[in-house]
C-alpha cells in the first residue's frame, strides 16, 4: 500500500495546467506535466517535448520520468506524484511505472482527449486507460483522475482540427 500524503489536487492540477498552456504558447503541443515531492512541493516540471524534432514520443510524462528517474532513488519517487493535464497514454503510463512513482493525478481522459484530436496525425490517441496498464503491474499506482476535465479540455480548443 502506497503510503502518499494528502495534498491539493486542484491547486497542483492547476500548475499542470500552466505548463501545458506554456507548452502552447512554445509552439508545441498543450500538454504538461509536474513532479510532486512528498512533501507537496513541486520539484520537477515538465512541457511536452514535440518540437522541434518532430519526436512523436516526446510526451510531457515520458519526458519528466526519463528526467526524474536519472535524479532521484525509486524509494523516493515511489512517495511522489506525477499531475498531468491529460491522462497517461499507454506509453507514459509504461515510464510512470517504470521510473516508479506512487500517484498519478490527471486532467481530462484519454476517451475524452481522443474526442477532441480527432485522427489528428501528431496525436493518435489510444483509448486506453493508464488504470489498465498500471493493473498489469507487480505493483500499485494509485490514480486520481478525471479531476478539473473541463479546465484540461480548453487547453486544446483550437489546436487539433484544421480551419
Not at 494528502?6 to 500548475?15: I, Q
Request: charged residues 20%.
Amino acid at each position: 500500500m502506497n503510503h502518499l500524503p494528502d495534498l491539493d489536487h486542484a491547486t497542483l492540477m492547476r500548475r499542470a495546467f500552466v505548463v501545458a498552456a506554456r507548452a502552447r504558447d512554445n509552439g508545441n503541443h498543450p500538454f504538461g506535466a509536474i513532479l510532486v515531492g512528498p512533501d507537496g512541493k513541486v520539484i520537477m516540471e515538465q512541457e511536452n517535448g514535440f518540437l522541434p524534432d518532430r519526436d512523436m514520443t516526446g510526451h510531457a510524462e515520458r519526458l519528466l520520468m526519463t528526467r526524474a528517474s536519472k535524479a532521484f532513488p525509486l524509494d523516493f519517487l515511489r512517495k511522489c506524484s506525477i499531475y498531468t493535464s491529460a491522462e497517461p497514454c499507454a506509453m507514459c503510463a509504461g515510464a510512470i511505472y517504470w521510473a516508479g512513482v506512487g500517484r498519478v493525478v490527471y486532467g481530462m481522459s484519454e476517451h475524452e482527449l481522443k474526442a477532441l484530436t480527432g485522427d489528428h496525425p501528431e496525436n493518435p490517441t489510444l483509448d486506453l486507460p493508464c488504470r489498465t496498464v498500471f493493473g498489469a503491474g507487480q505493483r500499485q499506482v494509485e490514480v486520481i483522475g478525471p479531476i478539473l476535465a473541463e479546465e484540461a479540455a480548453s487547453q486544446h480548443y483550437g489546436v487539433w482540427v484544421s480551419s
